[in-house]
């Protein structure tokens, strides 16, 4: 019987791979979408003998409790036992658990509350290039954590789009790449409507691919769950009788699990996957043969008018609309419909912009403190400019975090322990103090988890109908 996952083309790699984590115990790994990395890296590590618990960090959460069924599944046990996972609101985890799928910002309190991560063996960042403030500041802990009290840690960064050699000069360590074995994509560009709103624009391409007699299942790019509502709808109302049975099934973070998990799986029924970029990366879909992609996301960056950090509708890289597009191809040839100008292609940047070179620090600079060391010491891989951490301590100073002599204050400790923007974080503790908790634990989750208002795009980013 062939093992699940055997064939796949990191496997080409992995006596290199299982020698770089032996000596000298870091990797940069680059595999394209679908090469496996991200479920047989950790299994390799297992088979080989690496000691203590291997740490898997995701940046969603979806992705860490699929991932975490896969590879359960393929090593025939149950979740919770040999692999677990571990988000936010979820956690199967037991003593016996070796390989633990867990969501980054979940990692750096686990760091937190053992600095020395006692029982853990190697700690794998998957999905570098989404490069999101958490990832960084792992990255960072963990190489001064090898530099002092765990040299014997193995460290792992993977990734299908990075400039891995950047990340390996700055850990000192080998880089690997895999080749992916992919079919041809066509790629088309926007020809319809370019005023109609997004998600009629994707409406109408599914409905050109299938008048064109397009096979198997298509996979749909949205920003957000507005969008993929509205798209949802726009394409159930261009199927037709003679199309056959066909399921359009959105896919987002917001959704139950079990809807979730009907997305993802194949089943008798061609499927129509609406979703967000966490069909981007991590997780593979199978049948996939065609991708219409919006060519937008929602992305973390400052905003002025609410003084926090805000997910805002902004255009990808071609970075993204490459992994995107890789989609389509990954078992038999496919297609790409991407709704924008061939001649806006080239315009858009060649890859994501760090998080932390758009946001608001003063959330990151209450973490570093909380580690023991200023941000402006830490050994960032894109130094953030000195003007913007002064700023961010500034603020610290004015919510009460941090004292004159930019020492954290015992209000500074509390507002670290709150998973929020220290602007909120002191808002929580002034309300409980004022009797108040709960109405200001609602302020906090609409102020900061999702934009309530009426703009489901960013202005520069809507059409004129969408203006209106």
Same mark, same amino acid.
């Given at each position: ?8 083309? $990191? ?42 618990? @291997? ?37 199967? $985890?037991?003593?016996?658990?070796? $390989? ?43 190489? *001064? ?100 049975? $066909? ?25 129509? @996957? ?31 008018? *609410? ?72 050994? /960032? ?57 709960? *109405?200001?634990?609602? /302020? ?7 934009? @309530? ?16």
């Amino acid at each position: 019987m062939k093992k699940p996952g055997a064939g796949l083309p $990191i496997h080409d790699v992995e006596t290199q791979i299982i020698a770089a984590v032996s000596s000298p115990g870091a990797l940069v790994l680059t595999a394209p979408t679908g090469s496996g990395k991200t479920t047989q890296v950790p299994q390799m590590l297992l088979h080989a003998g690496i000691e203590g618990r @291997i740490l898997v960090l995701q940046p969603r959460r979806l992705a860490a409790r699929i991932v975490a069924r896969r590879v359960a599944d393929e090593l025939d046990c149950g979740l919770g036992g040999l692999v677990g996972y571990q988000t936010r609101h979820e956690r199967h $985890i037991s003593h016996a658990t070796r $390989i633990l799928f867990l969501t980054e910002g979940l990692f750096l309190r686990q760091l937190l509350a053992d600095p020395k991560l006692t029982g853990v063996g190697a700690v794998v960042l998957d999905e570098f290039h989404e490069r999101n403030l958490a990832v960084d500041l792992a990255l960072g802990l963990c190489r *001064r954590l090898r530099a002092g009290a765990r040299p014997d840690l193995r460290l792992i960064v993977m990734s299908a789009t990075l400039d891995a050699g950047v990340v390996a000069d700055y850990l000192s360590c080998p880089s690997v790449h895999a080749e992916g074995r992919t079919f041809a994509v066509d790629i088309e560009y926007e020809t319809g409507d370019s005023q109609a709103p997004v998600w009629d624009r994707a409406g109408a391409a599914l409905r050109r691919w299938l008048d064109g007699g397009g096979q198997g299942d298509a996979l749909l790019f949205l920003p957000g769950t507005y969008e993929i509502r509205r798209t949802v709808d726009a394409c159930r109302r261009r199927l037709r009788a003679d199309d056959g049975p $066909i399921d359009v099934l959105p896919l987002h973070g917001s959704l139950p699990a079990a809807e979730q998990d009907r997305a993802v799986r194949r089943g008798v029924e061609r499927r129509v @996957i609406v979703s967000t970029n966490v069909a981007e990366t991590s997780i593979t879909i199978d049948g996939i043969r065609c991708v219409i992609d919006s060519g937008l996301a929602r992305v973390h960056r400052y905003d002025p008018g *609410r003084a926090v950090n805000a997910l805002l509708v902004e255009r990808i890289s071609q970075a993204s609309a490459q992994q995107r597009a890789g989609r389509a191809g990954r078992t038999a040839p496919g297609a790409c419909v991407r709704l924008w100008p061939r001649a806006e292609a080239h315009a858009r940047p060649e890859r994501d912009t760090p998080e932390i070179l758009r946001v608001d620090l003063s959330e990151v600079v209450l973490q570093t403190l909380t580690f023991g060391v200023e941000a402006a010491d830490f050994p /960032w891989l894109d130094p953030p400019p000195a003007a913007r951490l002064e700023r961010a301590r500034a603020l610290l100073g004015e919510l009460g975090a941090v004292d004159a002599d930019g020492a954290l204050t015992a209000d500074g400790q509390a507002m670290a322990d709150l998973p929020a923007h220290p602007r909120l974080a002191r808002m929580l503790l002034e309300a409980a103090r004022r009797g108040v908790g709960d *109405r200001a634990t609602v /302020w906090a989750a609409l102020i900061a988890e999702r934009d @309530i208002s009426a703009r489901p795009l960013a202005a520069r980013f809507r059409t004129p109908s969408e203006s209106e």
